[in-house]
């Protein structure tokens, strides 16, 4: 049977393998929900209808917190698709449908509010949606589901983020990470006026360790690129644009081909991270021009998007996360190159400080401060003492 929405798209009833899940006392197997949601306005035939599989339930430690997510789960989908009016297929709520949060919505409504008013992408984004993910399997274990926002206190955070904490088998590390993400999302909730205090703010963090990081060897570096080189020889050009750029692949996702000057070796990169979003012109290097030449190749029509399918020039900007997974898929795990891809970024930063100076490193990196470039150079110091132990002043 199907529900025919205020929208025009028709929602499949909401049904629950297994069909005993409220009775059945057997934890094992796979629990999923799952309702077919139908969009006449989509142009393409494929797309308008899609397969919803929601199977969040099954990281639950026992049948009975497996049957109250499963709840909870179903009634906020149902909520979504009928009252806010959201949309699987594009992945929106209509605007209109959002509304302006009060004091006496609830404390998952607001969370995801502040998800959904934050202009986060990449790996922030990323993570704030796992954020909200665990806050609300506490927030249902404790039966918090109708908590207002206007009662929640700092008690309620140390309770949920505890209870992850000793649940999920968190290291202090990843209890710091979700703490920070909660501060992100209860600034946002203050300057709505919904909240008063950043409560997670005022919570300890945990010990950590700072784990010391190492820049790529020449030997790694030689492998991973002879391997781009005969296996995708368009990752490996745009290895090397990324390299030599000071940029991010989130920028390189929003660029295209009208914001780049070859002629002048520079480009219009818009960046979101830090305080205040900017647009820079970044330099590129003499060295880089022939991979920027031959990753453009023929395309002539500014509009498209630099970073694309195949790594290419295309009309859509390459998905978020597909670099890390490609990355992850070929280096960390066919090679056995424990190398993230990223640590492209700090390596040039490195090499650009020893080579010029931390000052000009700052300037390619687009930083707001010099204490940030010190991060990515990571010998900076080791330069630094052997210049020290250069200087000859005698003291008579």
């Not at 790529?216 to 368009?234: A, G, H, L, M, V």
């Not at 023929?298 to 020039?313: C, D, V």
Request: aromatic fraction near 12%; hydrophobic fraction near 35%.
């Amino acid at each position: 049977m199907q529900t025919t929405l205020p929208s025009g798209c028709k929602v499949s009833n909401f049904t629950v393998h297994p069909k005993d899940w409220k009775t059945t006392k057997d934890y094992s197997g796979t629990w999923y929900i799952s309702y077919r949601f139908h969009d006449p306005r989509q142009q393409e035939e494929k797309k308008k209808t899609k397969q919803v599989i929601i199977k969040g339930m099954n990281q639950a430690i026992d049948v009975v917190e497996k049957r109250r997510l499963t709840k909870a789960i179903l009634a906020d989908e149902e909520y979504k698709i009928k009252t806010l009016g959201y949309n699987p297929i594009t992945n929106q709520i209509p605007q209109s449908s959002k509304g302006i949060i009060n004091r006496y919505d609830t404390f998952i409504d607001c969370l995801e509010f502040a998800q959904n008013s934050i202009n986060a992408e990449g790996r922030t984004k990323t993570d704030i949606e796992s954020v909200i993910k665990y806050v609300k399997e506490a927030i249902v274990h404790f039966s918090m589901a109708r908590l207002q926002i206007c009662d929640v206190d700092i008690s309620h955070i140390k309770i949920i983020l505890n209870y992850l904490y000793q649940s999920r088998k968190w290291s202090n590390n990843t209890y710091n990470v979700y703490r920070s993400y909660l501060m992100i999302l209860f600034k946002e909730l203050r300057e709505y006026g919904v909240v008063s205090y950043n409560y997670p703010r005022d919570l300890a963090k945990k010990k950590t360790i700072k784990k010391a990081r190492l820049l790529p060897t020449n030997e790694q570096r030689i492998k991973i690129s002879k391997y781009w080189k005969e296996y995708d020889y368009r990752f490996w050009l745009y290895m090397n644009i990324f390299f030599h750029s000071g940029g991010r692949s989130a920028e390189f996702r929003r660029l295209q081909l009208k914001d780049i000057n070859l002629e002048n070796q520079t480009y219009k990169a818009v960046i979101l991270k830090g305080k205040t979003p900017k647009e820079v012109w970044k330099p590129i290097k003499d060295i880089a021009v022939k991979y920027w030449v031959e990753y453009i190749g023929n395309a002539t029509n500014k509009e498209l998007y630099f970073l694309s399918q195949r790594f290419s020039p295309g009309v859509k900007p390459l998905s978020d996360g597909h670099i890390t997974k490609h990355w992850r898929r070929h280096i960390k795990t066919k090679l056995g190159v424990e190398v993230d891809f990223y640590d492209l970024k700090r390596l040039n930063t490195d090499e650009v400080a020893a080579s010029l100076s931390l000052q000009d490193a700052k300037v390619m990196d687009s930083h707001d401060s010099i204490s940030t470039t010190k991060i990515y150079a990571l010998n900076e110091e080791l330069r630094a003492m052997e210049r020290i132990k250069k200087v000859a002043n005698e003291f008579q």
